[in-house]
C-alpha cells in the first residue's frame, strides 16, 4: 500500500491499465489483490509442508517464478510508461514482500514431526 501511496497521490502517476477497457488501478485494488496473493500463498506452502520435506525450497521457486511471470500484465496492459513502471513496481514490492515475509514462516522438515 505505501508503494501505491507514493506512485499514485504523491508522485502523481496515474496508474491505468487495459483490460476489457480502462481500469484505474486505486488502493482498494491494490488491497485486496495483495491480500488474496498472500493467502493463495500461504495456502501453496501449507499443502507443500505437509507433503514434502523440501517445502521451502520448492515454495521459494514456485512464488518468485509467479512473481517474474505477473510482470508481464503490467508491461504489456499498462498506459505510458509511468504507469508500466508504476504498477510493474508494485508487482514487484508485493511478491518481495510475500516471498520473504512467507519463507520465514515456513517450518522446516524437523519442525513439523
Known amino acids: 500500500m ?3 501511496a507514493i506512485l499514485g497521490p504523491l508522485a502523481g502517476i496515474t496508474l491505468e491499465a487495459r483490460q476489457g477497457g480502462t481500469q484505474h488501478i486505486g488502493a482498494a485494488a491494490v488491497f485486496v489483490s495483495t491480500v488474496f496473493v498472500a493467502f493463495a500463498g500461504w495456502g501453496l506452502l501449507a499443502i507443500l509442508e505437509r507433503h514434502t520435506p523440501r517445502a521451502q525450497n ?3 521457486v514456485v512464488a518468485a517464478i509467479v512473481c517474474i511471470t505477473s510482470l508481464g ?3 504489456t496492459n499498462g498506459i505510458g510508461p509511468g504507469a508500466k513502471l508504476g504498477l510493474a513496481s508494485l508487482h514487484l514490492v508485493v511478491g518481495a ?3 520473504l515475509g512467507l519463507r520465514r514462516t515456513a517450518l522446516s522438515a524437523a519442525e513439523r514431526c
Open 2 to 4: 505505501a508503494d501505491w
Open 73 to 75: 500484465s503490467p508491461l
Open 58 to 60: 520448492i515454495w521459494t
Open 97 to 99: 514482500v510475500v516471498i
